[in-house]
């Protein structure tokens, strides 16, 4: 009788599993993304995949809810570990950019590229996973709105979702430059170029106490 599959082996199954599928969305895109495809980049037979996944639909779902867990752990530990509104403000645009440089495929899949999101997912047996994701993200943006408005009293909820959209959009293009080696032939270090345009960004960010900011 075959002795069943330790834990820590199943989880090892699950990371080759996943980094494979990433590997082909980020390279070829979601409609490439295939259990045979991930099977013969990973020396497996697609129906023993099913054996640690239900689908592709829940091995894309899992990867999106991973990058966005680290996203999030990253922000708060950012803003935690900062002194005073202005500071945080820094930190959780700094963290978000340089999340985004170092995390390029898992980036790629939750921001850039045209895959799935919750909406998609409605109706279907994955709705309840997507929510866990849909979650998260939602978390993102109440910690960056907080910081938003904590720097200054009495904004509306229009005024604070048009400025999080407005330093959100910069970020995601800085990161996508980036990211595409395209803004290398205009500055020679892409990021600290980006580091120093966040100062800049600062001012949109927090109007009001960038001019007392010591």
Avoid at 85 to 112: C, P, Q, W
């Amino acid at each position: 009788m075959k002795k069943p599959r330790a834990q820590e082996e199943i989880d090892q199954v699950k990371r080759h599993i996943l980094d494979e599928a990433l590997e082909i969305i980020t390279q070829k895109g979601f409609p490439s993304l295939t259990m045979r495809a991930i099977a013969s980049g990973i020396g497996m037979t697609a129906p023993n995949i099913y054996n640690y996944f239900a689908g592709k639909d829940e091995i894309y779902i899992t990867l999106v809810i991973q990058g966005f867990e680290k996203l999030y752990k990253e922000l708060v530990d950012a803003t935690e570990s900062a002194e005073g509104i202005v500071e945080k403000g820094r930190a959780l645009i700094r963290t978000y950019l340089e999340f985004g440089m170092e995390n390029a495929s898992h980036y790629d899949i939750m921001f850039t590229q045209p895959t799935p999101k919750y909406n998609d997912y409605v109706g279907t047996p994955f709705q309840d996973l997507s929510a866990i994701e849909l979650k998260i993200s939602m978390d993102i943006v109440a910690l960056i709105e907080k910081a938003i408005r904590n720097a200054e009293d009495n904004l509306d909820q229009e005024t604070v979702s048009n400025r999080l959209l407005a330093f959100w959009s910069t970020l995601h293009g800085m990161v996508s430059l980036h990211n595409s080696k395209v803004a290398a032939y205009v500055v020679p270090d892409v990021k600290a170029s980006c580091i120093k345009i966040t100062e800049e960004m600062m001012a949109l960010f927090f109007p009001g106490l960038m001019s007392t900011d010591a």
